[in-house]
């Protein structure tokens, strides 16, 4: 993957200044979940090396694993051709999902 210099401006935040960001562990490749953040709960987990999102029914900041103790420690962020997806590339301790299982996507249609 090719790191080059960028700005959070650089980014497209949609109306609500959210982004989508997928989470995938960084071992397997396994996709573990998706979330939203915004440019502070980016800088947030650009600097603490924890993902932190923006919880849209809750309007606030949530750090992955403060209450489970499930944390999601990131290894990389690449962002997509758009610009308006991130890939969150983690080392998951515990389960991602809020159900307890590993991933979200546990479930298939087909």
């Not at 609500?16 to 397997?28: E, S």
């Not at 600097?47 to 990131?74: A, M, N």
């Amino acid at each position: 993957m090719k790191k080059i210099k960028f700005s959070l401006k650089d980014l497209k935040f949609d109306k609500n200044g959210l982004i989508l960001a997928i989470i995938q562990d960084y071992k397997d490749n396994a996709v573990l979940m998706v979330a939203y953040m915004n440019k502070e709960s980016l800088r947030r987990t650009l600097k603490s090396g924890k993902t932190c999102f923006w919880s849209r029914s809750r309007k606030e900041y949530w750090v992955k694993g403060l209450t489970s103790g499930h944390f999601q420690f990131v290894k990389s962020v690449a962002y997509d051709c758009d610009m308006d997806a991130l890939l969150i590339r983690v080392r998951q301790i515990g389960a991602a999902c809020h159900t307890g299982n590993r991933s979200c996507f546990y479930r298939k249609i087909k």
